[in-house]
């Protein structure tokens, strides 16, 4: 048969593609430049190749949490408990190693293979509690991730008795926590994989196909078969376990286990994510917006330090930001809806 | 495309025998056996409400069967999955929710069975089958538009490529052409008719006659989740079938609606808006219906929208009982008597989660009688509410049930209902007869009949050439957004309109 003239027509791609490209990422690139352009004006240090690096390194954990966020925002969920799954992180991997370490004084790797192990137990323990309330007890995430987040900070402190762990073995600390390998952090090293490993998931495979499709019409994906439950839950277990590792590394950034880490990573890693173009109704995004939108977090905040405005100021910025990019998000809705 | 169907001709592929499904008390199908045979096209047909869909959703499994037998190729699946239904070669275009709006067309195509290689996916490989599958059916669509970005009709072209897609066996229709113009209609049968050939089992829900008697082998029908009859369709005729769908006779169908124009109501100069509306000009007079057709997305639609003030007005004129409106806003144009009843009832007219009085007085709720200092008089809206129902026949005549828990057509008079709730000049019906059933459609006629006489101006859009050129008294059709042709009571004929949708003259003017 031929390919018959049919009135539906055959749309030309490249003007419709170019435009939800420009839309999904909107005007980031541009207000990059921008401010990174205004950091170096009020403060020549700011494109210093140590700032850079410094930059880098903060940047680290705050993409690997805000990868797992975009798992989830994808599947058209949230997770607002990525904060407290840091801090309990923190505090149950340096007791592990702790422990280890008084045990086995001698043997540094088997202390941080203990902690990384631990670790990666508490992302997916936490990750199932948040994907059982969501997938299969179908409760809204907002709900389920706003009470676990409640619950993990008081086992956290429960555990904890609000104080710091301290005793962690040298080469976790200087070694993953604040070392360079071939000029560039140790934690970068760590991070990139994990994140390249989300990057192909989403992007080459049909795990991705699937949390795309879960986001966007839920019902067509149950339609073609595809098996809502277990991908949910995968994201949210993929998402904790993303943070966990975060949240490890960071303890080594900050050489104690503390009971009060993260409490900002939920807001930057939405905001990060939705700026980046993801949508918080599912099903939009992509791992280099995201990507984008930490590297925009960090220049952010690492240009307010340098131009000494505080943390307290900072976290009314962030708070605008966050807005400014939900209202992003609308617009991006209403021009969908026109076309 | 190689078939590999393992099936001969005239086998049973699939088959319900007294399947009940029940919702609470309430039965949505019972006793109901439908055997669906290779190389055969199966009608089903029936009210909204009957069943249908219910049906479907057996046989796709995603619904659970509480009573019956359910076999696919032979085998009995009790406790049938949406996945095994597809590795077994059941494909579906269902009416509204199949695609994902955010992915692109080869990724909704491929959705569900996509093809790696070592754990990636193989995009060129499937990108290739899904323009193999597009020049089975003829239709070109670019695999790497969002769905969002298509047309309504290619969305559903896209549906159809997608079930051709999938593993061969049976695949099931759910009104098909609804939005589809004529051309892509004709794709869509010869499709159709090409798998019945290769000995495909295929499931065909439509409302359309021509459609049924066209393509069909088999028809059953269902009534209020009932079976009521299977015929083969030569032994037939359409008075039975609808006979047997409605329960009683449909003797004069379309009522006749006296035509007595009075004054101008609604006037509309020169309107320009957006793409797709482009210098229309018309007149509705009180007492009398004027239809506005053309094929979907002619832009029809968008012209009440832009009367009513929900999208931007570049350019022109409303003029209402001799005003002009400058910048119309709903809530200025409901103030000068005009009434918008969209297309999108589920979305844009009715909370759904509500209860059908509350929806019924949300216009009236402002109004100085319905409260006294902020409390709603409960009597009097209670009082209107009762009038509203009886005079429209909602069913079931309680006030109090959700919306959601009505069926379409019962719907559609509650959205009437609410119009109906202040007095008013002019309607504007959008697509008001769209997926409700035939007895449903006969109330509505009478509604409008009854409003007509009572000296409304009536502007009736409908992509349903048959309701639009029988209740009309004047019609304006519209092709690409331009008005192509004015016709006058005595010019309205179904040939006619189309050939103007598609932006031709009809045979005998250019004679």
Known sequence: ??????????APSTPANAVSKLLSFGALPIVLIICIIIFQIGNPRFLSAPNVLNMTQQAVYLLLIAFGQMLVLLAGGFDLSVGAVVALTSIVSAKVMVAVSLAYPDAPYLTITAGFLATMLVGLACGWVNGFGVAIMKVNAFIVTLATSSIFAGVTLVTSQGIQVSGLPRDFVYGIGSGYFMGLPVSLYFAVPAVAAVFLLVRHMRFGRYIYAIGSNVRSAVVAGVNINRYLMACYMLCATMTAFAGWLLTARVSSGEPMLGGEFPLQSIAAAVIGGCSLRGGEGSPFGVLLGVIFITVVKNGMDLLRIGSNYQMIVFGVVLVGAVVLDRYRLERAAKR | MPVQT???EGEVFASLSNASKFYGSFAALKDVSIKLSCGEVHMLLGENGAGKSTLVSLLTGTNRLDEGKRTLRGADCPNLTPLEAREAGINTVLQDFGLAPTLTAVENYTLGREKTKGGFLDKAQMRADMIRAMEKLGVSIDPDARVDTLTRAEQQLLEIVRALGGKPGALILDEPT???????SEHLFSAVQLLRSEGWAILYISHRMEEIRRLGDVVTILRDGRFVGCHRL???????????????????????????????ALEVKGLSSGQKVRDISFAVRAGEIVGLGGLVGCGKAEVARAIFGLQPIDDGQVIVAGTRISKPTPAAMLDCGLVYLPQDRRGEALALNRSVAENIVVEVLGEKNSATAGFVKTSVLGRLVADVMTRLKVQPAEPRKLVQELSGGNQQKVVLGRALSRSR????????????????????????????????????ISSDLQELVHLSHRIYVMHEGFCTAELDQGQITEERVIAYAFGEKPKEDIQ
């Open chain 2, 234 to 264: 030569a032994d037939v005729s359409n008075d039975q079938m609808i006979t047997e769908m409605v329960g009683r006779e449909m003797a004069n169908f379309y009522p006749e609606i006296p035509h007595n124009p009075t004054t101008v």
């Open chain 2, 6 to 8: 393992h099936a001969v």
């Open chain 2, 178 to 184: 609804a939005t589809l113009s004529h051309d892509e």
């Open chain 2, 425 to 460: 000049k002019i309607f504007a019906f959008d697509e008001p007869t769209a997926g409700i059933d035939v007895g449903a459609r006969l109330d509505f006629y009478k509604q409008l009949q009854q409003l007509c006489a009572e000296g409304a101006a009536i502007l009736f």
């Open chain 1, 1 to 10: 048969m031929t390919n018959a003239r049919s009135s539906a027509g055959n």
